[in-house]
């Protein structure tokens, strides 16, 4: 592959980021304006949010430490592989949260539902999507490590799923401490 569709390649990353980080500010924005409309449900978000965002850290520090790996030449079959095993546990831990709120009487849609329950639902579920994404990235990712294609002067396919994993995780604290505080 040669430099100029390699550039193309990690421009195509950007702008589809800045189009996921685009839909996610009119989320977050309909979330305020709706609130400041009244007839807004008050809840606690659940711990599982919380354990949720310890997972997607550390599942991004992991990456970072592979990435120096490849510069010096070590495998990072294991790290790749607990990365995508920790976006599984995010994964998890985001469908108990759903859990919890729902024994809250926090629903989606429905009778007794309420517009602040449905933005939460709307806005992780949105986010698990994007998610669903990076861990088949992450897969890919895997078999090509597991192939010995990554080296110090080959990574692109390792940087960009790389980037994007940052990218949700980065995106995840915002949305957490956006809907704890907000």
Not at 75 to 91: D, E, H, K
Not at 155 to 172: I, M
Request: net charge positive.
């Amino acid at each position: 592959m040669n430099l100029i569709q390699k550039k193309s390649l990690k421009q195509l990353l950007w702008i589809g980021i800045g189009a996921i980080v685009m839909f996610f500010a009119g989320l977050t924005s309909a979330y305020i304006v709706r609130k400041a409309e009244g007839n807004w449900l008050e809840f606690i978000l659940p711990d599982w949010f919380l354990y949720s965002t310890i997972t997607i850290i550390s599942s991004s520090v992991l990456l970072i430490i592979a990435r120096f790996y490849i510069n010096k030449e070590k495998p990072i079959i294991q790290l790749i592989l607990t990365t995508l095993l920790l976006g599984v546990l995010f994964s998890y831990f985001q469908f108990r949260g759903w859990q919890e709120l729902t024994m809250q009487g926090v629903f989606l849609t429905g009778e007794g539902s309420n517009v602040a329950g449905s933005f939460l639902y709307v806005i992780t579920l949105a986010h698990l999507v994007h998610l669903l994404g990076g861990l088949i990235a992450l897969v890919v990712t895997l078999i090509n490590a597991r192939g010995g294609k990554y080296t110090s002067n080959n990574y692109l396919g390792f940087e960009l799923a790389s980037n994007y994993w940052h990218f949700l995780g980065l995106l995840w604290v915002y949305l957490f401490f956006f809907l704890k505080f907000f």
